[in-house]
């Protein structure tokens, strides 16, 4: 089974500041999956990337993709309280079954 | 539109017990799939179905664990007998499904089980 490391594990910054998360493999994904969890609720899908290189802009959310299809990083410009939460990689083993990381937990402080 | 749904939201139970979480899939979607989410183990695929047909169950703990599929719409994950190190959340998410594309999968809000 391919492994997904994730860091940081936790962020704690003040709203207004950028962060830059980073989720890392040895294995190549056909495609990866970045999801989002509140308390309580299941992870939402925010985004997926397939092409090596490829960049995708979600309002303030920036994901890419690796060159080589190994790793992945979600910056976030001007964090907002709103953006707190579990952010999750998620990288397709094969199509349909992903693996995924540990998590990043994300905390924008007022 | 209704999003997956699952019960209980929430289960408490002795060890030993039968342990039985439900799931309805997004009307229309064609795969299923149960994870359970732990501290320790982060989130972890059990197993997925296509067209209520198990696909790959390599996650499934051991053989306490089971689960079913009867019709597009519902779907039954079982622990006989269940154990406290079973604690965890268990999602249910669906998608739909077509050739090898990745398509994203929609989450339940799960059922945080605690087995004491």
């Known amino acids: 089974t391919q492994l997904l490391e994730q860091s940081p594990q936790f962020l704690s910054i003040q709203e207004g500041e950028n962060l830059t998360v980073y989720c890392n493999s040895s294995s190549v994904f056909s495609s990866l999956q970045w999801y989002r969890q509140e308390p309580g609720e299941g992870p939402v899908l925010l985004v997926t990337v397939v092409t090596g290189g490829e960049v995708k802009k979600l309002k303030r959310l920036t994901f890419q993709f690796g060159d080589a299809r190994k790793d992945s990083s979600l910056h976030i410009t001007a964090a907002q309280t709103g953006d707190t939460g579990l952010y999750l990689c998620?990288?397709?083993?094969?199509?349909?079954?992903?693996?995924f990381g540990q998590g990043t937990r994300l905390t924008i402080n007022p | 539109d209704a999003g997956v749904i699952q019960s209980p939201r929430h289960e408490v139970t002795e060890m030993g017990q039968e342990v039985t979480l439900r799931c309805k899939p997004i009307s229309g979607h064609n795969s299923l799939f149960w994870y359970r989410q732990t501290m320790m183990r982060g989130l972890e695929l059990l197993i997925y179905?296509?067209?209520?047909?198990?696909?790959?169950d390599s996650g499934m703990p051991e053989d306490r664990f089971s689960a079913k599929m009867p019709n597009a719409s519902f779907s039954t994950l079982k622990i006989q007998p269940s154990e406290p190190r079973d604690s965890a959340v268990y999602f249910c998410?669906?998608?739909?499904?077509?050739?090898?594309?990745?398509?994203?999968?929609?989450f339940g809000d799960g059922t945080r089980l605690s087995i004491l």
């Open positions: 998410a669906s998608s739909f499904h077509r050739g090898a594309s990745n398509q994203p999968q929609h």
């Open positions: 998620a990288g397709a083993e094969r199509a349909q079954k992903l693996v």
């Open positions: 179905f296509n067209n209520n047909v198990p696909i790959d």
